[in-house]
């Protein structure tokens, strides 16, 4: 998910809006409150507001400073608004490193370089979708497009393959019907969760990038030799089954563990489902061969943990470790885990319990 899509999510809408652009844009734009001028302006306060976000970087707000498009005496006008904003989005998620991150309100207070993009390009087809139902016009952009939105932004969506994807992108953000599915009022996208440690950061693992390494990809991270290994490919295809089934909880899926020095991943970390009824929830990991031995795994896991029995929903966190793996079971004692009695009774696993 990148600059290409930001620029073709652009260009299709300019395409269409420019072939409406005789028609009265002081009139309602589709379910929200602006006319259809205004929601054109705000698509470009939008992209420059991204642009500007990857730019600048910063942590803690939105880089103050906005857009006016006061000057623009005609539609014609608004629409290269659109363009050149549309091309400085494209240009600084293209130019922003792989690991930059700045500030973003939902959910988790930032967001990478995808995620701009992908919010980006949802403005632009949410917003465009709006236009075209005030001024009474067909619009539908590529189904490709809808789902790198979706499976980036939206991963607590269960898809629907039979709905198809732009169907679903409406419904996801108040715009339209589901058979099965209640009306939403309220929504919000979901950029990934990072969690700092020492050495590394703990990358929540959206269910594109799920995907690509549960087939052999990367998942976007320039891994190290031997990366990923067998079980973060293995926890991947777990997050993908959990996202197509509607169970998907994205602060409760896998993350990748990337180290800060040089930005290439070693491993992956995550939670095999959402806390039970009574806060328990169960952990799992794994390093590449040439990531062990650096205390990675435990400093990842110190951070996993902490982060997780901060939460009200959390009473402890569960681990089982087979008996022939020490290193494991010294990971799992440093971190603090405690063996309790295994619930499987063959024998072959040790369990462990840490406790908020």
């Known amino acids: 998910m990148g600059g290409d899509q930001v620029a073709e999510a652009v260009a299709g809408a300019v395409a269409v809006l420019r072939g409406a652009a005789g028609r009265d844009w002081s009139v309602k734009a589709g379910r929200v409150d602006w006319s259809c001028r205004r929601t054109a302006e705000h698509i470009a306060s939008d992209l420059i507001a991204y642009a500007g976000q990857?730019?600048?970087?910063?942590?803690?707000?939105?880089?103050?400073?906005?857009?006016?498009?006061?000057?623009?005496?005609?539609?014609?006008?608004?629409?290269?608004?659109?363009?050149?904003t549309g091309a400085l989005l494209a240009a600084a998620v293209r130019t922003a490193p792989r690991e930059a991150r700045a500030f973003h309100p939902y959910p988790f207070r930032s967001a990478n370089r995808e995620g701009f993009a992908a919010m980006g390009v949802a403005e632009v087809l949410l917003h465009t979708h709006d236009i075209a139902e005030g001024l009474g016009i067909a619009y539908e952009p590529?189904?490709?497009?809808c789902e790198d939105v979706l499976t980036r932004i939206f991963p607590h969506v269960r898809p629907d393959p039979?709905?198809?994807?732009?169907?679903?992108?409406?419904?996801?953000?108040?715009?339209?019907?589901?058979?099965?599915?209640?009306?939403?009022?309220?929504?919000?996208?979901?950029?990934?969760?990072?969690?700092p440690a020492e050495r590394l950061t703990l990358q929540g693992v959206a269910p594109a990038s799920a995907a690509d390494l549960s087939t052999g990809g990367t998942g976007g991270f320039e891994w190290i030799e031997g990366g990923p290994f067998?079980?973060?490919?293995?926890?991947?295809?777990?997050?993908?089954?959990?996202?197509?089934?509607?169970?998907?909880?994205?602060?409760?899926g896998m993350f990748v563990l990337v180290r800060r020095e040089d930005g290439r991943a070693v491993g992956g970390m995550g939670f095999h489902s959402a806390p039970d009824e009574a806060g328990r929830v169960e952990i799992g990991y794994d390093l590449a061969e040439s990531a062990r031995g650096n205390g990675y795994a435990t400093e990842?896991?110190?951070?996993?943990?902490?982060?997780?029995?901060?939460?009200?929903?959390?009473?402890?966190l569960f681990?089982?470790?087979?008996?022939?793996?020490?290193?494991?079971?010294?990971v799992m004692s440093r971190a603090g885990f405690i063996q309790v009695p295994a619930e499987d009774g063959d024998g072959e696993q040790y369990a462990y319990e840490l406790r908020g």
């Open 162 to 195: 039979g709905a198809g994807h732009w169907r679903i992108l409406l419904w996801a953000t108040g715009r339209g019907d589901l058979p099965g599915r209640a009306p939403l009022t309220d929504w919000r996208w979901n950029n990934n969760l990072v969690i």
């Open 142 to 145: 590529p189904a490709a497009l």
């Open 319 to 330: 681990a089982t470790v087979d008996r022939a793996n020490s290193p494991s079971q010294g």
């Open 54 to 84: 990857l730019a600048g970087r910063p942590t803690d707000r939105y880089v103050p400073f906005r857009i006016n498009c006061d000057e623009c005496e005609s539609v014609e006008d608004l629409l290269q608004v659109i363009e050149a």
């Open 230 to 252: 067998e079980g973060t490919r293995d926890a991947a295809g777990a997050t993908v089954k959990a996202y197509e089934s509607g169970v998907h909880r994205p602060e409760w």
């Open 300 to 316: 990842a896991l110190r951070a996993l943990s902490a982060w997780a029995l901060a939460r009200e929903d959390v009473t402890s």
